[in-house]
């Protein structure tokens, strides 16, 4: 059974063209329709653009993390995540991620390794869409 450390709680009012509201009002943004998805786009987010987010800041502390536990901390990373939508053949829509490791100075062998160790082990969005969606991990 999961101790729960910390809740985020975010109200979201009008749905992909409405605006989101964390509780404490440190995220406080409106919502456009991308135009890829039929909405007008803008200077807005979206929840795709919000996930992304997340799951990269996520995935590169738990690579972070992997590579301390090792004893080879990272000093310059990066993980750009990008997250897509579409329609599958049901007609309803889908997600798929696609996750970009980068680590200057250091071997690709070796980055891949705690790359994949971060994906399989230790962050929890990766545990969260493992079956669900599909996620790649790409060193570059």
Known sequence: ???VLYTAEAT????RQGHIRSQDGVLDLPLAMPKELGGAGGNATNPEQLFAAGYAACFENALLRVARERKTPIRDSTVTARVGI???DNGYFSLSVELLVSAPGREQAE??????IAHEQVCPYSHATRGNINVSV???
């Open 1 to 3: 059974m999961m101790q």
């Open 12 to 15: 979201a009012t009008g749905g």
């Open 86 to 88: 579409g329609r599958e």
């Open 111 to 116: 980055i891949e390794e705690l790359a994949r």
């Open 138 to 140: 790409k060193t570059v």
